[in-house]
């Protein structure tokens, strides 16, 4: 793809530089402010916004075209409470179970499966909101979140939705055969070093657990909760203009955004790693059955069953930091034994109103 782009334009010259997730806004910070920042920054909507709010990222402009073939609540989740567009959406990762088929030759299809299997069997979540929002959705707390961001008050119903999403997470951590572990990187390590049987990953894992476990990795979509409609997740790749370029850096750097998120390049890109879901519709269309959960997640994001607002409300929580560690406290509290389900959700409910 980058010799590509040099026949439309030979004096661009991409020059990569790999970062650590750990220290990634840190070292974007200090090239920034040392005056030798990159010129396009690819990462994920949640570190595109934190970069934007600190300002190290320039927003960008999109067509109408582009507007149009790109669903609302995906360009939701990248954009700043101003308003600007924060980033380029251009893949999705779509999160799926993984799993030892040696040691688990049927992986759970619900959570009750999850919940009746054999002590034998080790399981894995990560503690982290980013990662455990799937659940959220399983037990259909959309709603809850959404009214309790919107009004002053929430009623019983809310209330006991949340409640029940808590204490299914409370429930699995007593659990012997389930562990929380701090992120996504540890839950990798524990299946591939045999300590796990099934864990939540993202396609943009696939390949490199499918080089250390070979045909012992098994692959498939997340347990379905008590609504009962299973919700494919998604993490988007975007990129993000970086502040320190001159005019002509900008303008190649525009060129090559615009390039690399074409559809045509999009589908290109998603054949040749099998990992990432276009956000392209027309792109979306073509890879779906090729990307493990693409089907799913196609019908999620165009699906007239599931209404652009309620997808609005991962956005909303996602892209302001404040409204994230509300529910994240309240996850962490409620998981250590600190406080009740009941009392985490009055405190997810209470913080989000008070957060208006």
């Given amino acids: 793809m980058f010799q590509q782009i040099r026949d439309i334009d030979p004096q661009i010259y991409p020059q990569l530089q790999l970062q650590s997730s750990t220290n990634f806004i840190d070292e974007i910070r200090q090239q920034t402010e040392s005056g030798f920042g990159p010129d396009v920054i690819i990462t994920d909507s949640e570190t595109a916004l934190a970069l934007y709010r600190l300002g190290l990222v320039d927003p960008t402009q999109l067509s109408e075209q582009d507007r149009q073939d790109t669903p609302q609540s995906l360009l939701d989740l990248v954009t700043a409470k101003d308003g600007a567009l924060v980033a380029r959406p251009v893949n999705q990762f ?8 040696e040691r688990l030759p049927t992986a759970p299809r619900t959570f009750q499966d999850l919940n009746q299997s054999s002590s034998d069997v080790t399981y894995g979540l990560a503690i982290q909101l980013k990662d455990l929002f799937w659940s959220a959705e399983a037990f259909d707390a959309g709603p809850a979140l959404k009214a309790a961001m919107n009004s002053s008050s929430t009623d019983q119903v809310h209330h006991e939705t949340v409640t029940a999403w808590l204490s299914w997470l409370v429930n699995a951590s007593y659990q012997q055969n389930i562990r929380f572990l701090n992120n996504q990187d540890n839950l990798r390590q524990g299946l591939i070093e045999g300590k796990l049987d099934w864990i939540t990953c993202w396609s943009n894992n696939l390949r490199g657990l499918k080089q250390t476990m070979g045909e012992t990795l098994g692959v498939t979509a997340l347990p379905k909760g008590p609504n009962q409609n299973r919700t494919a997740t998604t993490r988007l790749e975007v990129w993000a203009l970086g502040r320190n370029s001159s005019s002509l850096q900008r303008r190649k750097a525009l060129v090559m955004v615009d390039f690399f998120t ?7 890109y998603s054949l040749a790693t099998n990992s990432a879901m276009p956000v392209s519709q027309k792109a979306a269309t073509v890879v779906a059955s090729k990307i493990p959960g693409g089907n799913e997640a196609l019908r999620n994001y ?3 069953e599931r209404p652009l607002d309620k997808m609005r409300v991962k ?13 994240s406290d309240a996850l962490l509290d409620t998981i250590y034994d600190i406080q009740t389900p009941e009392q985490g959700a009055e405190q997810i409910l209470q913080g989000l109103r008070e957060k208006r």
């Fill in 262 to 268: 074409k559809p045509w390049a999009q589908k290109t």
């Fill in 302 to 304: 165009v699906s007239a």
């Fill in 315 to 327: 956005a909303r929580i996602f892209r302001d930091p404040v409204r994230y560690e509300i529910i």
């Fill in 94 to 101: 779509v999160q799926l179970a993984c799993f030892n088929k």
